[in-house]
């Protein structure tokens, strides 16, 4: 338990799932898939504050790594989603060095940041004793910054170097509505490539970590080989439809 921080930093690339649909029986079937982990999303996601209780325990029981990102400035959230067993967090639209340093103090406990006491769930779900947990929380639970406009990427060294922010996680799509000044989204606009592929080895020489969101199998396989430790390779609904489709092709149902 709390493996996801020492696997990654042992150099594993590890694959996560997303997921939108705020369900627990959905969440147990994406954990129970092959994938290293899943990640429920609060910003864009039908999960909220309540149905993330849940999650964790759903994704902890089969033995993967729960992950949530938040919602835009709900830094309150991210100190919760920890005691509730989260073992990464990833805060999108971090701007600033500010945003990163506010982030990082709901992350961690002093003498880092000021994270507040009262972790009893993460405890009994990792199996660790509540002093154990309290000198082991800093190093073994993740802080992931979204870098996903020009700012932050401007703003990159200054973020990436913010005490208590363990990596950086790359949002393509809204980095290329940034880049395209709101005329369309396409993670793969060739006006990106070159920052998302150097994104990763800044981090790793700044000694953190560095995520991505894929979508495909062809940008997870890109994005691994340009060093990201972490790809988010697909989501719920995605997989649903990609399902859908190539069975109704296969059994030629529909033309
Ligand atoms: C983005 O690509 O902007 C994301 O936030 C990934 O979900
Ligand atoms: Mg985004």
Redesign the pocket.
């Known amino acids: 338990m709390l493996t996801f921080a020492d696997r990654l930093r042992k150099g594993e690339t590890v694959y996560s799932v997303w997921s939108q649909l705020g369900s627990r029986e959905l969440i147990t079937q994406l954990a129970l898939a092959d994938f290293d982990g899943v990640v429920i999303d609060m910003q864009h996601g039908t999960h909220s504050d309540d149905t993330i209780v849940t999650c964790s325990e759903a994704i902890i029981g089969v033995g993967k790594i729960p992950i949530t990102r938040l919602p835009v400035n709900r830094f309150d959230a991210a100190s919760r989603a920890l005691d509730l067993g989260f073992e990464a967090v990833i805060a ?1 639209m971090i701007n600033s060095k500010e945003d990163a340093e506010e982030f990082a103090s709901y992350m961690k406990y002093p003498p880092i940041g000021s994270r507040s006491w009262g972790a009893r769930r993460a405890n009994q779900l990792h199996g660790v004793e509540a002093g154990v947990y309290l000198q082991i929380a800093n190093e073994k639970t993740l802080s992931f910054a ?1 870098i ?1 406009t020009k700012a932050a990427y401007e703003n990159f060294d200054e973020i990436i170097s913010v005490d208590g922010i363990d990596g950086i996680f790359v ?5 290329s509505i940034d880049y395209a000044n709101g005329a369309g989204v396409d ?1 793969d606009m060739p006006e990106t490539q070159k920052q998302l592929e150097e994104m990763p080895r800044r981090a790793k020489d700044a000694g953190k970590l560095s995520g991505i ?1 894929a979508g495909t199998p062809e940008t997870s396989i890109k994005y691994a080989k340009w060093g990201y430790n972490f790809v988010n390779v697909s989501y719920d609904i995605a997989l649903i439809k990609a399902g859908s489709d190539a069975f109704l092709k296969a059994a030629e149902l529909k033309s």
């Open positions: 999108p979204m996903e949002g393509p799509s809204d980095f993670g969101f």
